[in-house]
């Protein structure tokens, strides 16, 4: 089985994760595959995400942790550094993950990037585009689409 | 007797100097063979061209791979010294200052904490750990005893299996290996030779090593690689001098500033220019490549082996044509006292030689025409060099040992002969190139481009006459059995015309670098000049060259004087005439 010889490492991880989970956010193994999350994380407060909650999956490859984790959306969401298959631009998961960095620093970060959109490294130019030429709009359909499909259930 | 050995060699130079000289008289007896040339077009190369033209000293240096070791060490080394501190932290502060050593110095002596923070070199440790036994692996968190764990200079704690994972990731992504830092996000304490050294398997260590060697070259704003496939050596380049062309060990020519192929006298605007329209233009050209055309008598496939464009067709026809217009070698060649004109695409264009073909009817749209007859000599010439640069291989490898045998000559004194391939070699690079300046000279520059022409055709002409004197007036003697007394006037022959060729496409190369700019001053009397020459070139004979028309030009302007005695044209500085040499 996938779970059969699973690092100490990604155990104590886990465990932790459950025991102590960071404020906002929930990781809980599948029951089938335990390198694979479902994860959850709340809208922060004041954010255009605000009272929604996200829906994501996160896998560890076989490399982890000397390899990142791949981390998608689920839910629809109006950000631009995450395109419409849920794909997310950030660093940490690409040229600056570290082995030292963990499950939670990432989804720590992930739920920093829903306070702090940031139009001038996109993932999705259209929003970006949107995002830049009239903000106040963009957080509108930024709330909409929280309210349409990140309302809880 | 020490001061009796330097005698000696005080006494070598002189007869070396001697030599020279000597060399020196072979260039004016060559100048019978080679009047035409010399005397007219070698006239509107004034004294200013021809001091220029004397090149600057070797502005660049090749390095095998032992040189780039050793340079790479004493950088190194007095880094070290010089900032008292290890040779590692040294290799570091040049790696993130692109292996200036001055820039290290000045950084460091600017402001050193800060550059000991931008590059990761710490003081002392940001974690410690007093008293413990038992350490944490910060990546799989498992506990080790003190000894299976490894640090850097900040102290986080890494077990060796994880440092080996870590180490081995970041060298099999890339030369980002040498930046390489604490696993730990928030430290940046830099990973260096020492680590790797220790922490990873075999063949990381060697992979590390070979990117730090590799970095020395590609990081370093002063070298580069040679850029011929296969080839290990590398190129240090000093600024100033003006001339990017550098040569390799290997042979290969290339420009420092963009790579390609040494291209002058054009520069690397135009060649990227170029290269992008040869590319554009490449389907439509692909036909042009083969190397066949029927002969324009017989209609039978020729195939050119040879590298001038003097074609003759197999028998019964024997028909002799230029390869680049298909049109008589006897309206090109000098026996009949006309002129190599191949490159002037608006006579041949007049002449109605492109409708010869129905390919040729269907390519009728103008540009694509004036593209493809530039073009066509661009890439004729380059065949020719390819083909000179196996010959000259063939010569040095097989033929100069076998006429060494047949003449009765030493080797030493067959030197004339590949030094003419080099020439060849040379000369067929920057005539290819001056298609691409040709190309792009403003049609709206009349003058210009007529002289242009002109230069052009005089350098396509001398350089035919060396090909054709070095390819086919070589072969009686490679199937001699025994020495021949025609062997001396040959070798007379050859070595003149290298020299004469040499000196006319150096101040050609200079010419057109200048951008024309005698034409600027003399641009009226340079198109009548052209213009009667283009008119002399169809009624033949010796006095059609139109010689004395371009002479009385050049006796009215004020940089040139005309011989009493000969009537030849020699420029103003000169206070002997360069033919008879009397006074003035
Ligand atoms: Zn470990
Ligand atoms: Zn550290
Ligand atoms: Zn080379
Ligand atoms: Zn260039
Ligand atoms: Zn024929
Ligand atoms: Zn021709
Ligand atoms: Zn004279």
Known sequence: M???????????????????????????PSEDNMRYFNVMILGPTQSPYEGGVFKLELFLPEEYPMAAPKVRFLT???????????????????????????????????QALLSAPNPDDPLSENIAKHWKSNEAEAVETAKEWTRLYASGA | MDSEDDMHDAHDMESLEDDDFYSGDTEEGAMDYYSDYDDDAGDYFDDADKIESRR?????????????????????????????????????????????????????????????????????????????????????????PRSGIGMASCGHPYCFSCWEGY???????????????????????????????????NEDKEKYARYLRRSYIEDNKKSKWCPAPGC??????????????????????????????????VDCGTVVKWIMKNSAESENMNWILANSKPCPKCKRPIEKNQGCMHITCTPPCKFEFCWLCLGAWSDHGERTGGFYACNRYEAAKQEGVYDDTERRREMAKNSLERYTHYYERWASNQSSRQKALADLEQMQNVHIEKLSDTQCQPESQLKFITEAWLQIVECRRVLKWTYAYGYYLPEHEGAKKQFF??????????????????????????????????????????????????????????????????????????????????????????????KGALRTNRTSDDTHWSCEHCTSVNVKSATTCQICNQRR
């Not at chain 1, 465990?15 to 929930?26: C, K, M, N, V, W």
């Not at chain 2, 060490?73 to 880094?79: L, P």
């Open chain 1, 2 to 28: 996938a779970n059969s010889n699973l690092p100490r490492r990604i155990i104590k991880e886990t465990q932790r994760l459950l025991s102590e989970p960071a404020p906002g956010i929930s990781a809980s």
């Open chain 1, 76 to 110: 629809k969401i109006y950000h631009p550094n995450i395109d419409k298959l849920g794909r997310i631009c950030l660093d940490i998961l690409k040229d600056k993950w570290s082995p030292a960095l963990q499950i939670r620093t990432v989804l720590l970060s992930i």
């Open chain 2, 56 to 144: 600057p000293e070797q502005n660049f240096t090749i390095l095998k791979e032992s040189d780039i070791r050793v340079r790479q060490e004493d950088d190194i080394d007095r880094v070290a010294a010089v900032l008292s501190v290890s040779r590692v932290a040294a290799s570091i502060l040049l790696r993130h200052h692109n292996w200036s050593v001055s820039k290290v110095h000045d950084a460091w002596f600017a402001d050193e904490e800060r550059v000991r923070k931008a590059v990761g070199l710490l003081e002392k440790p940001v974690v410690q750990h007093p008293n413990t036994s038992e350490l944490t692996c910060g990546i799989c968190f498992e506990n080790y």
């Open chain 2, 167 to 201: 180490i081995s990731t970041s060298i099999n992504d890339g030369p980002g290996c040498l930046m390489l830092r604490c696993p730990e996000p928030t430290c940046g304490a830099a990973i260096g030779q020492d680590m790797i050294d220790l922490l990873a398997c």
């Open chain 2, 232 to 265: 290990e050596y590398a190129v240090t380049f000093d600024a100033g001098g003006g001339n990017y062309d550098v040569s390799c060990l290997c042979s290969y020519s290339f420009c420092w500033n963009c790579t390609e192929e040494a291209h002058r006298p």
């Open chain 2, 453 to 546: 022409e002109y230069l052009q055709g005089e350098a396509e002409s001398g350089l035919e006459r060396l090909h054709q004197c070095a390819e086919k007036e070589l072969q009686q003697f490679l199937t001699a059995e025994g020495q021949s007394k025609e062997f001396n006037d040959f070798r007379t022959k050859l070595a003149g015309l290298t020299s004469v060729t040499k000196n006319y496409f150096e101040n050609l190369v200079r010419a057109l670098e200048n951008g024309l700019s005698d034409v600027d001053a003399n641009g009226a009397s340079f198109s009548k000049a052209t213009s009667s020459k283009n008119a002399a070139g169809s009624s033949k004979g010796r006095a059609g060259r139109g």
